[in-house]
C-alpha cells in the first residue's frame, strides 16, 4: 500500500500541476482528492503495521 500511496501523491502532484497551468478549480480539487486518498491510504498502511 505504500507504493499505491506514492504513486497517487506523484498522480496529485500532476494535478496540481495542470491545475496550475490550466487555472482549473476542477483539476484543483482532483488534486485535493487524490491527496485525501493518499493520506488515508498511508494512515491505514501505518496501522496495519503497528498491529504487526
Known amino acids: 500500500m ?3 500511496s506514492l504513486i497517487l501523491s506523484l498522480l496529485g502532484f500532476i494535478a ?6 490550466m ?3 476542477v483539476w484543483a480539487w482532483v ?3 487524490v ?3 493518499g493520506v ?3 494512515i491505514v498502511d ?3 503495521l503497528k498491529r504487526r
Do not use: I, R
Open 16 to 21: 496540481l500541476l495542470v491545475a496550475l497551468y
Open 35 to 37: 491527496a485525501a486518498v
Open 46 to 48: 501505518l496501522v496495519a
Open 40 to 42: 488515508v491510504l498511508f
Open 23 to 25: 487555472g482549473s478549480v
Open 2 to 4: 505504500l507504493a499505491l
Open 31 to 33: 488534486c485535493v482528492g
